[in-house]
T-cell receptor, first 116, second 116 residues
Framework: NAGVTQTPKFQVLKTGQSMTLQCAQD?????MSWYRQDPGMGLRLIHY???????DQGEVPNGYNVSRSTTEDFPLRLLSAAPSQTSVYFC???????????????FGNGTRLTVT | GENVEQHPSTLSVQEGDSAVIKCTYS??????FPWYKQELGKRPQLIID?????GEKKDQRIAVTLNKTAKHFSLHITETQPEDSAVYFC???????????????FGGGTRVLVKP
């Protein structure tokens, strides 16, 4: 199993550009989520999904869209990049709905995004 | 929503001493509390977790305690070694009323430095 795969590893955008961060998992996990981590800071939840076709907002959803058309993929779209979105983005998945079966979150290796 | 506070933000200990990190949470419905370790430039990785029906759990030099009444939980690292130097995050699963699911909320992190 590859686990949770994020692409790209690095990305530089200009203000106003849009792009999609890709996240795929091959573990048949129902739960997937996106976090951002600013330098020296904690992890803040952007969006999450408990299964195909179901998504919900986290703490900091503004400026980002997600969709979950398959169990495996959970892309994160930046609609119009801003310097405040410069951060490291982590995708994470879990085999079951967290809380009901207490399954640990598996993280991808992250995407380092810089918006100039 | 759930709010997780973590203290201290930085912790410097001498090799061989113990390190203690404390977290409090706000949502009394939370029932799962994982701890993650993040080394520089790497993704967070689960090191230990505890469920709400357990008061303490140990794994070699690491232990976690939970006080549901007071809504706080702690990570204890004994006989610290230089390789324990990292950022540690606590987290809590916060339940939401709507069926979309619930989400994992992280504390702000503790940077631990073990001095040889």
């Amino acid at each position: 199993n590859a686990g949770v795969t994020q692409t790209p590893k690095f990305q530089v955008l200009k203000t106003g550009q849009s792009m999609t961060l890709q996240c795929a998992q091959d573990m048949n996990h129902e739960y997937m989520s996106w976090y951002r981590q600013d330098p020296g800071m904690g992890l803040r939840l952007i969006h999450y999904s408990v299964g195909a076709g179901i998504t919900d907002q986290g703490e900091v959803p503004n400026g980002y869209n997600v969709s979950r058309s398959t169990t495996e993929d959970f892309p994160l779209r930046l609609l119009s990049a801003a310097p405040s979105q410069t951060s490291v983005y982590f995708c994470a998945s879990s085999p079951l709905i967290p809380g009901s079966h207490n399954s640990p979150l598996h993280f991808g290796n992250g995407t380092r995004l810089t918006v100039t | 929503g759930e709010n997780v506070e973590q203290h201290p933000s930085t912790l410097s200990v001498q090799e061989g001493d113990s390190a203690v990190i404390k977290c409090t949470y706000s949502d009394s419905a939370s029932n799962y509390f994982p701890w993650y370790k993040q080394e520089l430039g790497k993704r967070p990785q689960l090191i230990i977790d505890i469920r709400s029906n357990v008061g303490e759990k140990k794994d070699q030099r690491i232990a976690v305690t939970l006080n549901k009444t007071a809504k706080h939980f702690s990570l204890h690292i004994t006989e610290t070694q230089p390789e324990d130097s990292a950022v540690y995050f606590c987290a809590a699963w916060g339940f939401m009323i709507k069926a979309a699911g619930n989400k994992l909320t992280f504390g702000g992190g503790t940077r631990v430095l073990v001095k040889p």
